[in-house]
């Protein structure tokens, strides 16, 4: 993923934008401020409408506020600068993750793009009387509008071979864990059987020994517990699709934190907003918070504060998991989604890539955020449209 | 006085359907180990059970077809699924088969000798036993 992000590098100096395109853009830009605003509407109107693209939202409330407000400071940054550098790209490489995130056809890239292109341009045409200085805008502006289409679709194209790698890596890892976790039962099974039978002899002998008594549950007991790992592995490692219902956040936390088994000098914090709820898979979103509380109480060691928050956010909402643990080292941090990726000596590495998964299934997000000490993260789960008949099973 | 019950247990590990027999038979219970559905069809040739417990997976024919072959046979055999390999399919596939139970391994142990107590049916006849009397508590059966 490192080597990949020259790509947007090199597709940026191939267009190569001189000082004087850029003066011109730059003068363009002043011009057309105004405007800017009555062309995104015009874009959005006409984003809204094709079926093609609220069939492939699923259901997603597109805000509309939201995506308004994002395309004015892409238009207008586009128009007026800066056309390189780290943020530039930083920001493009946003855009094309974004569309990513919801399927965006990329054909439809070209028609949007198109949209807007014929505003400006016409724009230019009429309010620009010098046609030398026409010319040039209208050169200067086709010019930039392609370097941003390149961008859209090299972006695009890096985030989804992620995506796409990332779900082989995980497909494969679910089966190998499926045949796994399977083949290990038999020989649980043996031992189940086997340490009963010796409890059971020992009886009939009438040979009373509390320590062979508390051993024998003792080892039954983590019999079991080898057999919910498995169990829970192969729940996660499962590509079940969401099977959407009502859930209460209060509730699916208090699910998540009831097995939680917190040493008793970890503090544990829960702010839920009154009658938070979203429209989701109740095990998934649980297996999910059981995830991440875990990786946040192991984390922590001993000792500190577990908080839960729940909120509503962006037309959604947003769980937070936080941690006063060390937190992850800089250099790690843009590896906690991928699958087998731990920084736990006894961790599998699967627990965040598949609460990726999930909540992408979701048509949510779960980030790493910043914070000045221990991990925090956050879930985002979109409001779905619940009376869409497609989204139910 | 009640007849003691008796079980088949097929597995393909021939160990464990043994210790499966061997914990049947501490609860006063008579238990038949098979490897194979082959050997199990063999055993209920010649024999009358009240239950069948049988794996999933064994070499030949699976434990859902040996069950699919005892209801082509007319053999009403109460039957329980033990098996390392449950999921949605299997569950699906062992109902339709006619099991009364699917149970993973490991076993809990305790659950299974209480749904072995539970399992109730009159031993079937067959053409080796047609002079044994019904067992006291099972209803009487044509025989065919």
Same mark, same amino acid.
């Given at each position: 993923? $490192?080597?990949?992000?020259? $790509?947007?590098?090199?597709?940026?100096?191939?267009?190569?934008?001189?000082?004087?395109?850029?003066?011109?853009? *730059?003068?363009?830009?002043?011009?057309?401020? @105004?405007?800017?605003?009555?062309?995104?509407?015009?874009?959005?109107?006409?984003?809204?409408?094709?079926?093609?693209?609220?069939?492939?939202?699923?259901?997603?409330?597109?805000?509309?506020? =939201?995506?308004?407000?994002?395309?004015?400071?892409?238009?207008?940054?586009?128009?007026?600068? @800066?056309?390189?550098?780290?943020?530039?790209?930083?920001?493009?490489?946003?855009?094309?993750?974004?569309?990513?995130?919801?399927?965006?056809?990329?054909?439809?890239?070209?028609?949007?793009?198109?949209?807007?292109?014929?505003?400006?341009?016409?724009?230019?045409? $009429?309010?620009?009387? &010098?046609?030398?200085?026409?010319?040039?805008?209208?050169?200067?502006?086709?010019?930039?509008?392609?370097?941003?289409?390149?961008?859209?679709?090299?972006?695009?194209?890096?985030?989804?071979? &992620?995506?796409?790698?990332?779900?082989?890596?995980?497909?494969?890892?679910?089966?190998?864990?499926?045949?796994?976790?399977?083949?290990?039962?038999? @020989?649980?099974?043996?031992?189940?059987?086997?340490?009963?039978?010796?409890?059971?002899?020992?009886?009939?002998?009438?040979?009373?020994?509390?320590?062979?008594?508390?051993?024998?549950?003792?080892?039954?007991?983590?019999?079991?517990?080898?057999?919910?790992?498995?169990?829970?592995?192969?729940?996660?490692?499962?590509?079940?699709? @969401?099977?959407?219902?009502?859930? &209460?956040?209060?509730?699916?936390?208090?699910?998540?934190?009831?097995?939680?088994?917190?040493?008793?000098?970890?503090?544990?914090?829960?702010?839920? *907003?009154?009658?938070?709820?979203?429209?989701?898979? #109740?095990?998934?979103?649980?297996?999910?918070?059981?995830?991440?509380?875990?990786?946040?109480?192991?984390?922590?060691?001993?000792?500190?504060?577990?908080?839960?928050?729940?909120?509503?956010?962006?037309?959604?909402?947003?769980?937070?998991?936080?941690?006063?643990?060390?937190?992850?080292?800089?250099?790690?941090?843009?590896?906690?989604?991928?699958?087998?990726?731990?920084?736990?000596?006894?961790?599998?590495?699967?627990?965040? *890539?598949? =609460?990726?998964?999930?909540?992408?299934?979701?048509?949510?997000?779960?980030?790493?955020?910043?914070? #000045?000490?221990?991990?925090?993260?956050?879930?985002?789960? #979109?409001?779905?449209?619940?009376?869409? #008949?497609?989204?139910?099973? | 006085?009640?007849?003691?019950?008796?079980?088949?247990?097929?597995?393909?590990?021939?160990?464990?359907?043994?210790?499966?027999?061997?914990?049947?038979?501490?609860?006063?219970?008579?238990?038949?180990?098979?490897?194979?559905?082959?050997?199990?069809?063999? +055993?209920?040739? +010649?024999?009358?059970? +009240?239950?069948?417990?049988?794996?999933?997976?064994?070499?030949?024919?699976?434990?859902?077809?040996?069950?699919?072959?005892?209801?082509?046979?007319?053999?009403?055999?109460?039957?329980?699924?033990?098996?390392?390999?449950?999921?949605?399919?299997?569950?699906?596939?062992? +109902?339709?088969?006619?099991?009364?139970?699917?149970?993973?391994?490991?076993?809990?142990?305790?659950?299974?000798?209480?749904?072995?107590?539970?399992?109730?049916?009159?031993?079937?006849?067959?053409?080796?036993?047609?002079?044994?009397?019904?067992?006291?508590?099972?209803?009487?059966?044509?025989?065919?």
């Amino acid at each position: 993923m $490192r080597v990949e992000s020259q $790509r947007l590098e090199e597709v940026t100096a191939c267009f190569g934008l001189d000082s004087d395109s850029k003066a011109t853009l *730059a003068s363009f830009s002043d011009l057309v401020k @105004p405007e800017i605003p009555a062309i995104i509407d015009e874009f959005c109107q006409f984003v809204t409408r094709d079926p093609l693209i609220v069939r492939r939202a699923n259901g997603i409330e597109i805000n509309l506020h =939201c995506l308004k407000h994002s395309l004015n400071h892409w238009l207008e940054s586009a128009l007026s600068g @800066p056309h390189s550098g780290a943020a530039f790209l930083e920001s493009r490489r946003r855009i094309g993750k974004a569309h990513v995130q919801i399927d965006l056809p990329q054909e439809l890239m070209f028609t949007a793009m198109n949209c807007i292109r014929s505003r400006l341009l016409t724009f230019a045409l $009429r309010n620009i009387s &010098d046609s030398k200085q026409c010319e040039a805008t209208l050169l200067s502006v086709n010019r930039i509008l392609d370097l941003e289409l390149a961008l859209m679709i090299e972006s695009y194209r890096e985030q989804q071979q &992620d995506q796409i790698k990332n779900h082989e890596r995980l497909a494969t890892i679910g089966q190998l864990a499926a045949s796994i976790g399977h083949e290990l039962r038999n @020989p649980l099974g043996t031992i189940e059987t086997s340490v009963y039978l010796m409890a059971q002899r020992l009886d009939t002998l009438g040979v009373i020994d509390e320590s062979a008594q508390r051993h024998a549950v003792k080892a039954r007991k983590q019999v079991q517990l080898c057999s919910k790992i498995i169990t829970d592995l192969l729940e996660l490692a499962r590509s079940r699709a @969401p099977q959407r219902q009502f859930v &209460d956040i209060e509730r699916v936390v208090d699910e998540a934190l009831e097995g939680l088994n917190l040493p008793a000098s970890v503090i544990q914090r829960k702010t839920i *907003a009154p009658n938070l709820s979203t429209f989701a898979d #109740p095990g998934q979103l649980r297996s999910v918070l059981v995830n991440l509380l875990e990786n946040g109480r192991d984390a922590m060691g001993g000792a500190g504060t577990l908080e839960v928050a729940g909120f509503a956010a962006k037309n959604g909402v947003a769980i937070r998991i936080r941690d006063t643990g060390p937190g992850i080292a800089k250099a790690d941090q843009p590896r906690v989604f991928e699958a087998l990726f731990t920084t736990k000596s006894h961790g599998n590495g699967l627990g965040l *890539a598949l =609460c990726q998964r999930i909540v992408s299934a979701h048509g949510g997000t779960i980030e790493l955020e910043q914070v #000045p000490s221990g991990a925090s993260f956050l879930v985002w789960l #979109p409001n779905v449209v619940a009376d869409r #008949p497609e989204l139910s099973a | 006085m009640v007849e003691s019950r008796r079980f088949l247990v097929v597995d393909d590990n021939r160990e464990f359907a043994q210790d499966l027999c061997e914990l049947l038979a501490l609860q006063g219970n008579h238990a038949t180990a098979a490897v194979d559905a082959e050997e199990a069809l063999q +055993h209920l040739e +010649h024999e009358s059970f +009240h239950g069948l417990f049988t794996d999933l997976r064994l070499p030949g024919q699976s434990g859902v077809e040996l069950m699919e072959e005892l209801n082509r046979r007319g053999l009403d055999l109460p039957t329980v699924l033990i098996t390392a390999y449950v999921d949605e399919d299997v569950v699906q596939r062992a +109902h339709s088969a006619g099991a009364i139970e699917i149970l993973s391994k490991p076993l809990d142990i305790e659950r299974w000798l209480d749904l072995a107590r539970r399992l109730t049916s009159s031993a079937r006849s067959t053409p080796a036993n047609d002079a044994e009397s019904p067992a006291a508590d099972s209803e009487p059966r044509d025989r065919s």
